[in-house]
């Protein structure tokens, strides 16, 4: 059915389409149709201002029906569907085809998928689950009556029957048998064996590799950790009163956790205090150190990334200085305001990229620039090509780019003014009164789309009254 629509729509676009002649041109009705090409490899047609999309280029296809959907196919196969993003989306991308619907209804098959080894899966979360597993074969299950997962939770295997009354997990050699999960569990593998009595008391014991013990959970607990060299990291508490861990490389301690500890990184030379966390620590160290008086100010290095606040959560400015990349960013209370820089060194390339909730948006990448208004959602979600494509388009009354050699484009209230300009080529439209077009020694003028107009071109001249032509010279000079 969805293709079905989406071909009838499409059908309806190219059916409006200007001719090939026409396309090289821009032609418009503002807010029912804005018709834009190159005669070749672009071409673009708007219906409704940004309701109503149809756009190829190259070999990439687009149709988008705001904000209810957007579709885009390409030569190689792959394709991507968004309904009312992001209630439902789908994804081809030639070998793996993914359907969700508000992350609760997923169907995924192909080559790979998001879970490495499932050839096809399908969930209806939490109840229903089906997959074929490239190991294991097909598996299914009905929660909570039962049925077994392949690959999911972290676990190679899950089995459960009248959950919570009986479930069994396995990773690796290890298996976790549950009776009335989580109060009852036996724990078993070739060299592990442990038990618990939620939340009484648990442990389990792997000899010369790992011992663990808890009791009235999550209060008290002890845990000892064995490196193949045989040494050992130790830490235990009795939550929120102490916590400690102790290793080789590292000794922490903590009184109230997590508000008052100690640290001593050994491995990395630095040490830490926290008097309370998060609002005073300091850092002392070769490649960590600074100071946090939270909410007052903070200035703190981590090895490679730089991190300041002044009066949080006003001013944030965050830098990353390494040898793929440089990048700093400064916000103003969270998402309010985003100036974001970055650069490759190996290439020189720069990216920069300025938010402004809700007022403006400015990109600047690979010498194009691009600036934007209105901008609702971008601060909060600024790397979400969906919200870009689907929604962003409904109120962006106002865009312009442009490039480093002098092309520019602009619009204004879709296009009910625009401009563009191109080598030596200048055309510009303020709808319906005048629109203006100069390429070369070709000029046209025209009041009213075409009602009243001039043209020049060369040593000839034209004047149009009513859309009649008037040659103002000897020279043939008609359409």
């Given at each position: 059915?969805?293709?079905?629509?989406?071909?009838?729509?499409?059908?309806?676009?190219?059916?409006?389409?200007?001719?090939?002649?026409?396309?090289?041109?821009?032609?418009?009705?503002?807010?029912?149709?804005?018709?834009?090409?190159?005669?070749?490899?672009?071409?673009?047609?708007?219906?409704?201002?940004?309701?109503?999309?149809?756009?190829?280029?190259?070999?990439?296809?687009?149709?988008?029906?705001?904000?209810?959907?957007?579709?885009?196919?390409?030569?190689?196969?792959?394709?991507?569907?968004?309904?009312?993003?992001?209630?439902?989306?789908?994804r081809d991308d030639g070998t793996t085809q993914s359907t969700r619907v508000l992350?609760?209804?997923?169907?995924?098959?192909?080559?790979?998928?998001?879970?490495?080894?499932?050839?096809?899966?399908?969930?209806?979360?939490?109840?229903?689950?089906?997959?074929?597993?490239?190991?294991?074969?097909?598996?299914?299950?009905?929660?909570?009556?039962?049925?077994?997962?392949?690959?999911?939770?972290g676990r190679d295997r899950i089995r459960f029957t009248l959950f919570p009354f009986?479930?069994?997990?396995?990773?690796?050699?290890?298996?976790?048998?549950?009776?009335?999960?989580?109060?009852?569990?036996?724990?078993?593998?070739?060299?592990?064996?442990?038990?618990?009595?939620?939340?009484?008391?648990?442990?389990?014991?792997?000899?010369?590799?790992?011992?663990?013990?808890?009791?009235?959970?999550?209060?008290?607990?002890?845990?000892?950790?064995?490196?193949?060299?045989?040494?050992?990291?130790?830490?235990?508490?009795?939550?929120?009163?102490?916590?400690?861990?102790?290793?080789?490389?590292?000794?922490?301690?903590?009184?109230?956790?997590?508000?008052?500890?100690?640290?001593?990184?050994?491995?990395?030379?630095?040490?830490?205090?926290?008097?309370?966390?998060?609002?005073?620590?300091?850092?002392?160290?070769?490649?960590?150190?600074?100071?946090?008086?939270?909410?007052?100010?903070?200035?703190?290095?981590?090895?490679?990334?730089?991190?300041?606040?002044?009066?949080?959560?006003?001013?944030?400015?965050?830098?990353?200085?390494?040898?793929?990349?440089?990048?700093?960013?400064?916000?103003?209370?969270?998402?309010?305001?985003?100036?974001?820089?970055?650069?490759?060194?190996?290439?020189?390339?720069?990216?920069?990229?300025?938010?402004?909730?809700?007022?403006?948006?400015?990109?600047?990448?690979?010498?194009?620039?691009?600036?934007?208004?209105?901008?609702?959602?971008?601060?909060?979600?600024?790397?979400?090509?969906?919200?870009?494509?689907?929604?962003?388009?409904?109120?962006?009354?106002?865009?312009?780019?442009?490039?480093?050699?002098?092309?520019?484009?602009?619009?204004?209230?879709?296009?009910?003014?625009?401009?563009?300009?191109?080598?030596?080529?200048?055309?510009?439209?303020?709808?319906?009164?005048?629109?203006?077009?100069?390429?070369?020694?070709?000029?046209?003028?025209?009041?009213?789309?075409?009602?009243?107009?001039?043209?020049?071109?060369?040593?000839?001249?034209?004047?149009?009254?009513?859309?009649?032509?008037?040659?103002?010279?000897?020279?043939?000079?008609?359409?």
């Amino acid at each position: 059915m969805t293709r079905l629509v989406l071909g009838a729509i499409v059908s309806l676009c190219l059916g409006l389409a200007p001719s090939t002649s026409l396309a090289q041109s821009v032609q418009t009705l503002w807010p029912l149709v804005d018709s834009r090409g190159d005669g070749s490899d672009f071409y673009s047609l708007h219906l409704l201002g940004p309701l109503l999309k149809y756009q190829r280029q190259n070999e990439r296809r687009e149709f988008a029906l705001r904000p209810l959907f957007y579709y885009s196919a390409t030569a190689d196969g792959s394709s991507e569907l968004d309904i009312l993003y992001p209630v439902a989306v789908h994804r081809d991308d030639g070998t793996t085809q993914s359907t969700r619907v508000l992350q609760l209804l997923n169907l995924e098959q192909g080559e790979a998928t998001e879970y490495g080894l499932h050839k096809r899966s399908f969930y209806l979360f939490p109840f229903l689950f089906y997959g074929e597993h490239a190991e294991h074969g097909r598996y299914a299950a009905l929660f909570p009556l039962g049925g077994s997962l392949h690959g999911w939770f972290g676990r190679d295997r899950i089995r459960f029957t009248l959950f919570p009354f009986y479930s069994r997990t396995e990773k690796g050699e290890r298996r976790v048998e549950n009776v009335f999960w989580p109060f009852f569990a036996r724990i078993s593998g070739p060299q592990e064996s442990g038990f618990k009595v939620w939340p009484l008391y648990g442990q389990t014991e792997q000899p010369e590799r790992e011992k663990r013990t808890f009791f009235l959970w999550p209060l008290g607990f002890t845990e000892t950790r064995w490196s193949p060299s045989g040494a050992a990291e130790r830490q235990g508490g009795f939550l929120p009163f102490f916590y400690w861990r102790e290793s080789v490389d590292e000794s922490y301690r903590s009184l109230l956790w997590p508000f008052f500890n100690f640290k001593e990184d050994r491995r990395r030379d630095y040490r830490e205090w926290n008097f309370p966390w998060p609002l005073v620590r300091t850092l002392r160290g070769e490649t960590r150190f600074g100071n946090r008086f939270l909410p007052l100010y903070a200035d703190e290095t981590l090895e490679q990334v730089r991190r300041r606040w002044y009066l949080w959560p006003v001013v944030n400015i965050d830098s990353l200085q390494s040898d793929l990349v440089e990048r700093s960013e400064t916000r103003l209370l969270y998402f309010l305001y985003r100036d974001l820089a970055e650069r490759v060194p190996d290439t020189g390339a720069q990216r920069r990229r300025i938010l402004c909730w809700p007022l403006f948006g400015l990109q600047q990448e690979n010498g194009l620039s691009h600036l934007h208004a209105l901008a609702l959602l971008e601060p909060l979600l600024p790397d979400n090509e969906n919200i870009v494509r689907l929604w962003a388009p409904l109120w962006r009354v106002y865009q312009q780019k442009w490039d480093r050699q002098g092309t520019s484009i602009g619009s204004l209230l879709w296009n009910l003014v625009w401009w563009e300009r191109r080598d030596d080529a200048l055309a510009w439209e303020v709808f319906p009164l005048v629109d203006y077009r100069r390429c070369g020694d070709r000029l046209d003028l025209r009041f009213l789309k075409g009602l009243f107009g001039y043209r020049a071109d060369g040593g000839a001249r034209q004047l149009r009254l009513f859309f009649l032509p008037w040659t103002m010279t000897g020279t043939d000079c008609t359409d």
